[in-house]
């Protein structure tokens, strides 16, 4: 079992950052690829960014692509999501999600473990 707890949402203005954390336990966090997924009100839950066991290889969709950055730090278990000129149409619950081996890491249901989420609202 993996568990993991995001951190780090709020209320932002447009143009803003945000930096969100997911704290990993339970299993050796870096045979873990690690994503983000997000959930906008009325919306399907799509995919944001998402990272390689070490970091080198990294995966973006294109309506965050140079704005957001994923990184990870394995000795602190911890993958970030750090969120530059947000707009309010990233307004989401945004999620963590592992898997040892994701056969397509852009896809949420190769992904096995979940966390809870944190919100995160962009006000216009």
């Known amino acids: 079992q993996v568990q993991l707890v995001e951190s780090g949402g709020g209320l932002v203005q447009a143009g803003g950052s945000l930096r969100l954390s997911c704290a990993a336990s339970?299993?050796?966090?870096?045979?873990?690829?690690m994503g983000w997924f997000r959930q906008g009100p009325g919306k399907e839950r799509e995919f944001v960014a998402a990272?390689?066991?070490?970091?080198?290889?990294?995966y973006y969709a294109d309506s965050v692509k140079g704005r957001f950055t994923i990184s990870r730090d394995n000795a602190k278990n911890t993958v970030y999501l750090q969120m530059n000129s947000l707009k309010p149409e990233d307004t989401a619950v945004y999620y963590c999600?592992?898997?040892?081996?994701?056969?397509?890491?852009?896809?949420?249901?190769?992904?096995?473990?979940w966390g809870q989420g944190t919100q995160v609202t962009v006000s216009s």
């Open positions: 990272i390689s066991w070490s970091g080198g290889s990294t």
């Open positions: 339970g299993r050796t966090f870096n045979n873990y690829y």
């Open positions: 999600a592992s898997d040892l081996r994701p056969a397509r890491p852009r896809v949420g249901t190769e992904y096995e473990y």
